[in-house]
């Protein structure tokens, strides 16, 4: 397993734009298959996007065109840059690593972030 810390959560108008950053422990992470999932209040948590070890993408339709996941190996990292958010996007946004590139089932991720707090204001 490891250890995930996300960040750059925060209140954004409709239409703006936030990056979040999801930092990795573990001299492995470039072998994990890696993940987005957000989770409204009542909701189950959803998946939002994907990379794998070979940097594969892979979004739910909600979001394809608007968010965009990537890496940095050398930095232990993984992004999820935000543009055109909705007041739909609102959320508690999870960091997820796995041994499976692209998974979209929370099942197939062993390890999670704490999660951070994505409000959108119409």
């Known amino acids: 397993q490891v250890r995930l810390v996300e960040s750059g959560g925060g209140l954004v108008q409709a239409g703006g734009s936030l990056r979040l950053s999801c930092a990795a422990s573990?001299?492995?992470?470039?072998?994990?298959?890696m993940g987005w999932f957000r989770q409204a209040p009542g909701k189950e948590r959803e998946f939002v996007a994907a990379?794998?070890?070979?940097?594969?993408?892979y979004y739910a339709d909600s979001v394809k065109g608007r968010f965009t996941i990537s890496r940095d190996n050398a930095k232990n990292t993984v992004y999820l840059q935000m543009n055109s958010l909705k007041p739909e996007d609102t959320a508690v946004y999870y960091c997820?690593?796995?041994?499976?590139?692209?998974?979209?089932?929370?099942?197939?991720?062993?390890?999670w972030g704490q999660g951070t707090q994505v409000t959108v204001s119409s």
């Open positions: 997820a690593a796995g041994l499976v590139g692209g998974a979209t089932q929370t099942g197939a991720y062993n390890s």
């Open positions: 573990g001299r492995t992470f470039s072998s994990y298959g």
């Open positions: 990379i794998s070890w070979s940097h594969s993408t």
